[in-house]
């Protein structure tokens, strides 16, 4: 193979850890290589991680997921993790989730459970603990709790949008941009602001 098209390929690799959507359109040839070089990432984060990947999925070199015993990462057929996000178990993602680059995943310890279908913004946090704040301590000597978070099926999460423990959001459900979302809420609204309130039915 050529340098340039060698320099072709590493450029097409950093096209898809930011646009791994892409993965899916790839030509025969191209999807040769691509499934290798997935391939080898995936049995790695498997083999380091408590990672269990079900079918073809695409999670870029360039994420972070840490997922010790206990606090699993599974990722079902046909989603998605693009560059720059950081996983931490426990986290179960459903089939054809999109995380999208720069996302930012805490499972605590009740867990973060993403249904099917679900699209995961840019700069998105959903983070399922929070620190405790009495006044007899200081903050970082009180410890966290944890209740967990549930994204139903067909949920999209826009950019910059942050979700904070205890929520669920019911099949569904769109969240504004730049949205922090502090409650949960019923099936197929459409929420936006900060805390997030409902705009309309869906």
């Given at each position: 193979?050529s340098?340039?098209?060698?320099?072709?390929?590493?450029?097409h690799?950093q096209?898809?850890n930011?646009?791994?959507?892409?993965?899916?359109?790839?030509k025969p040839?191209?999807?040769?290589?691509?499934?290798?070089?997935q391939?080898?990432?995936?049995?790695?984060?498997k083999?380091?991680?408590?990672?269990?990947?079900?079918?073809?999925?695409?999670?870029?070199p360039?994420a972070?997921l840490f997922?010790?015993?206990?606090r699993?990462i599974r990722?079902?057929?046909?989603s998605?993790?693009?560059a720059n996000?950081?996983?931490?178990?426990p986290?179960?993602?459903?089939?054809?989730?999109?995380?999208?680059?720069?996302a930012?995943l805490d499972g605590?310890?009740?867990?973060?459970?993403?249904?099917?279908?679900?699209?995961?913004a840019?700069h998105s946090?959903i983070i399922?603990?929070n620190?405790r704040y009495?006044?007899?301590?200081p903050i970082?000597?009180?410890?966290?709790y944890s209740e967990?978070?549930?994204?139903?099926?067909?949920v999209w999460?826009?950019?910059?949008?942050g979700?904070?423990?205890g929520v669920?959001l019911?099949d569904?459900?769109v969240?504004?941009?730049?949205?922090?979302v502090?409650?949960s809420?019923?099936?197929k609204?459409v929420?936006?602001?900060?805390p997030?309130?409902?705009?309309k039915?869906?």
């Amino acid at each position: 193979m050529s340098d340039a098209a060698l320099k072709y390929r590493e450029q097409h690799k950093q096209r898809l850890n930011y646009m791994p959507w892409l993965y899916w359109r790839l030509k025969p040839a191209q999807r040769k290589w691509a499934d290798t070089w997935q391939q080898q990432w995936q049995d790695y984060l498997k083999a380091m991680e408590t990672v269990h990947i079900e079918g073809q999925c695409f999670i870029s070199p360039e994420a972070k997921l840490f997922a010790e015993p206990g606090r699993a990462i599974r990722i079902a057929e046909g989603s998605f993790i693009a560059a720059n996000c950081v996983l931490h178990g426990p986290i179960e993602i459903g089939k054809n989730v999109g995380i999208n680059h720069h996302a930012h995943l805490d499972g605590g310890k009740k867990g973060i459970h993403i249904g099917d279908n679900c699209r995961i913004a840019a700069h998105s946090s959903i983070i399922a603990f929070n620190h405790r704040y009495d006044m007899d301590m200081p903050i970082s000597e009180q410890g966290i709790y944890s209740e967990g978070i549930n994204l139903g099926q067909d949920v999209w999460l826009g950019a910059h949008t942050g979700i904070t423990d205890g929520v669920t959001l019911g099949d569904g459900c769109v969240v504004g941009m730049r949205s922090v979302v502090t409650q949960s809420f019923e099936a197929k609204k459409v929420i936006a602001g900060n805390p997030a309130r409902i705009i309309k039915d869906r």
